[in-house]
């Protein structure tokens, strides 16, 4: 009876499951294995970088060779450079080479970060903990605010009973609508934390049409709202109103921005659904992900408020409450998902990214 000799993909299948890049060389640099996510990033089938030299991917495969030379004579227990991958017909791929030895003298693993991919992971988090962080703070001061502010009310109402002068109570009737005002931003600042999550199918279209209707009816001439749509897109299982108000919010803060080109008839937003494959962001990786993007025209997002763009009551506009992407975040998170921001003069790029089944 023969026995069954394990196979590169029996023995080294869990390395499938991580989201960077990993191939398992020999001294010589022929590839043993490579797995999943370097296949996707390549753009190559794994059968076909399997046998091949490894180092015929780098812009300066030299630099891999002596790293495998060293390997081999246990210089060291890992050595971490930074290299160019090359792909075919695609832009060569910054990347943070790792190599190491196995528990095979023959063998060595060879661990490739890209940089990008890196920065955006790092950034992901930082956005995560700090929406986490901000939810807390937030529902604890709307909470702390709301006994005094009706303490306060309730005096000033009582008081202008007490009062004939007309000018104190004119007074009084300026605490009362303060007190009112403040009222409305914690009742605003506490909605995503009251209200049931309300699970349904969802077709991001109809949340889009549903949008691009309600600032087109706000601002009626010269904006464009040019739609951009993939249509076959799946539904998912979600919160329509949720996701109405989250894109609403992005939509509409990049309307007031557009004001002078608008008045100009210049404006325009662009509504751009994708789907995107084997994408990992908040920690996860997965198969299927919608990418949803807002772009205008407009000025840009000022530099000293785009790291805290997220954070509650920070706004780029006179008069804005600065909670409409606070929500929207929050809103998305709901679902998963994660929202990013790119922009520049002349071009702002918010894009949300949401798990799909």
Do not use: W
């Not at 407009?298 to 506009?317: A, M, N, T, Y």
Request: hydrophobic share 40%; net charge negative; glycine share 6%.
């Amino acid at each position: 009876m023969t026995s069954h000799l394990p196979t590169p993909q029996d023995r080294f299948h869990a390395f499938d499951l991580l989201a960077t890049l990993v191939a398992v060389v020999r001294i010589d640099g022929s590839v043993v294995f490579a797995n999943a996510s370097l296949e996707d990033v390549m753009g190559v089938s794994r059968r076909n970088i399997q046998g091949t030299t490894l180092s015929q991917y780098f812009t300066e495969g030299q630099a891999l060779d002596n790293a495998l030379q060293g390997a081999q004579s246990n210089a060291f227990a890992a050595l971490r450079y930074d290299a160019h991958l090359h792909r075919p017909q695609q832009d060569s791929l910054p990347v943070h080479v790792i190599v190491a030895p196995t528990d095979r003298a023959d063998e060595v693993l060879v661990e490739l970060l890209p940089l990008e991919q890196q920065a955006r992971q790092d950034r992901e988090e930082r956005l995560i903990d700090q929406a986490q962080a901000n939810k807390e703070l937030i529902r604890n001061l709307a909470h702390e605010i709301k006994n005094p502010l009706g303490g306060i009310r309730g005096a000033a109402q009582l008081l202008q009973m007490e009062v004939e002068s007309r000018d104190l109570v004119e007074y009084t009737q300026v605490i009362i609508h303060e007190a009112d005002r403040l009222q409305v931003l914690v009742d605003r600042l506490l909605a995503p934390h009251r209200r049931p999550h309300m699970v349904g199918d969802v077709n991001i279209h109809e949340v889009c049409e549903r949008v691009r209707s309600l600032v087109l009816a706000e601002f009626p001439r010269g904006l464009r709202v040019v739609r951009d749509y993939d249509t076959s897109i799946p539904e998912f299982r979600g919160d329509r109103e949720q996701l109405i108000q989250a894109v609403l919010n992005i939509v509409h803060n990049a309307a007031q921005a557009l004001v002078e080109r608008t008045q100009a008839g210049e404006a325009e937003i662009v509504l751009r659904t994708r789907i995107n494959r084997q994408i990992t962001f908040g920690k996860q990786r997965y198969r299927l992900a919608l990418e949803l993007h807002v772009i205008d025209n407009g000025p840009g997002i000022p530099e000293e408020i785009k790291d805290r763009l997220f954070f509650p009551l920070v706004s780029g506009r006179d008069g804005g409450s600065g909670l409409g992407l606070n929500l929207a975040q929050t809103f998305v998170q709901q679902h998963h998902g994660l929202i990013e921001c790119d922009s520049v003069p002349g071009r702002t790029d918010f894009k949300i990214l949401i798990p799909l089944p």
